[in-house]
């Protein structure tokens, strides 16, 4: 059951007139559309192996929602989000890079225990590197890689363009797509404290997968704990 959740201040935004914002590691390349947006391409690679990472620079607080619309240009392979992502002692993603094990832009290096990120991640818009979809859209808690929540994919199309909001409260998370909620989840597992602040950032992953993103807005949202109650009953 979706809840509602009001923007309150816009914490950051990027129209994308330059690059700056962004971190690139692992394969492909990010690049700037001359309309005002950022392609992220992801070829020559396969599920598993190094996949065309970008993270957004400034660290985002809990609570908060991230806007922005994409369009997915190929079929050969997935979308990721991440929320959150750190480093288990509070490290910086990219500021405290010598302080973390190195990173090639393998899957394992952001969900391995032995890597030390912990984080939320969700996939989208699910294909193989054939081009087959593969039958869903998950949620995922890391270290661990640890399924929490699932649901239909609602990015299938090539070249349309879609709305996504992912709102984050704590350990309730969600997506909408074109205004619509598409799934989420409630994370009741506390033997580690959950993932709470970090980075916001993509994983393209395939033999050639190709997105565009525009306008990206973070707001602050209001925590909702009646949440935790509603589910309880």
């Known amino acids: 059951m979706p809840i509602a959740y009001a923007n309150l201040e816009l914490l950051q935004r990027d129209d994308?007139?330059?690059?700056?914002?962004?971190?690139?590691?692992?394969?492909?390349?990010?690049?700037?559309?001359?309309?005002?947006?950022?392609?992220?391409?992801?070829?020559?690679?396969?599920?598993g192996a190094e996949g065309c990472m970008a993270f957004f620079r400034p660290t985002l607080p809990d609570h908060i929602a991230i806007e922005y619309d994409i369009i997915v240009h190929s079929h050969g392979g997935l979308v990721i989000n991440y929320l959150a992502i750190r480093g288990l002692q509070g490290e910086d993603l990219i500021a405290d890079l010598a302080k973390l094990p190195p990173r090639?832009?393998?899957?394992?290096?952001?969900?391995?225990?032995?890597?030390?990120?912990q984080s939320y991640h969700i996939s989208f818009s699910r294909f193989d590197d054939d081009g087959r979809h593969t039958?869903?859209?998950?949620?995922?808690?890391?270290?661990g890689c640890r399924l929490i929540g699932h649901g239909s994919d609602p990015c299938k199309e090539l070249k349309r363009r879609y709305s996504l909001r992912?709102?984050?409260?704590?350990?309730?998370?969600?997506?909408?797509?074109?205004?619509?909620?598409?799934?989420?989840?409630?994370?009741w597992?506390?033997?580690r404290p959950i993932p709470d602040t970090g980075k916001f950032g993509f994983r393209l992953i395939g033999s050639d997968v190709m997105a565009d993103v525009f306008a990206l807005r973070v707001y602050r949202v209001p925590p909702n704990m009646s949440v935790w109650h509603i589910c309880e009953e």
């Open 16 to 47: 994308f007139a330059d690059a700056a914002q962004w971190h690139h590691e692992g394969a492909g390349e990010i690049k700037l559309l001359p309309e005002g947006g950022l392609r992220l391409h992801c070829f020559g690679s396969r599920q």
């Open 104 to 117: 090639t832009g393998i899957m394992a290096d952001y969900y391995a225990n032995r890597t030390g990120l």
């Open 135 to 143: 039958g869903t859209s998950n949620w995922r808690r890391n270290p």
């Open 166 to 187: 992912l709102v984050k409260d704590a350990g309730h998370c969600q997506l909408f797509v074109d205004g619509n909620f598409a799934h989420g989840f409630i994370d």
């Open 189 to 191: 597992d506390h033997a």
